[in-house]
C-alpha cells in the first residue's frame, strides 16, 4: 500500500508542476503568429509536462483512498476522477500536439479544422473540470466522517465552484480560465496532501 508521505509528494508534484508551466502556456494568437515554431515548443512542453503529472495525481489520490480504507464514496470518487483525468489527457493532446501540428504544415491551415480541434478540447476539458469537482465533494464526504471538517468543507466548496463555474458559464477554459482551474484545484490538492503528510507523522 502507497504511504501516505508517498501520497503526499505525488499530490504535491502532480499540481504544482502543471500550475507553474501553466505560466507560459501561449495563447492562440501567440501560436498562430509564430514564423520560427517557439511559441509552439513552449506550447507542446506546458502541455507534455501537464500529461506526464496525470500518473502521479492518480497514484496521490489512490492512496488517499487506500488511507481513507476506500469507502464507497472515496471509491466512487477515484472512478469519477479517472474520468477527468482521461478527459484532461483528450484535451490537452488536441490543445499540445494536433494543433500545433496543423499550423507547423507551413501552408495555411484549414480554419475548420482548427475550430474542429478547439471544439474538442474545449468539450474535454469542461468535462475534465465538471467531473473533479464532483470527485472532490464525494472525497470530502469520506474525509467528514474520518473528522478532517475543514478540509471536507473545503473540498465541497472548491468541487461546487468547478462545476457551477462551468455549467453557468462564468468559467470560460481559455488559457486564463485554465490557469484558474487548475488553481482551484491546488487550494484543494495541496491541503490536502499536507494533511497526509502529516498522518505519516502521527
Known sequence: MIQPRHSAALL????????????????????ADDPDGRMRAVNTLVHGIAIACLPLLATGLAGLCAWLRWPATASLA???????GICNLVAA???????PRLLSGGATPNASLLHFTHD????????AVVAAGIAFVLWSLALHRRGRTWLAALGVVIGIVQVTGILSGLLQLDVKGILLATALQAAWLLPLAWTLRLTSKE
Open 12 to 31: 504535491m508534484t502532480g499540481i504544482l508542476l502543471p500550475l507553474v508551466v501553466l505560466i507560459m502556456h501561449p495563447t492562440g494568437h501567440e501560436l
Open 78 to 84: 477515484f472512478a469519477v476522477y479517472m474520468v477527468s
Open 120 to 127: 474538442i478540447n474545449q468539450a474535454f476539458a469542461t468535462s
Open 93 to 99: 493532446m488536441m490543445s499540445g500536439f494536433v494543433a
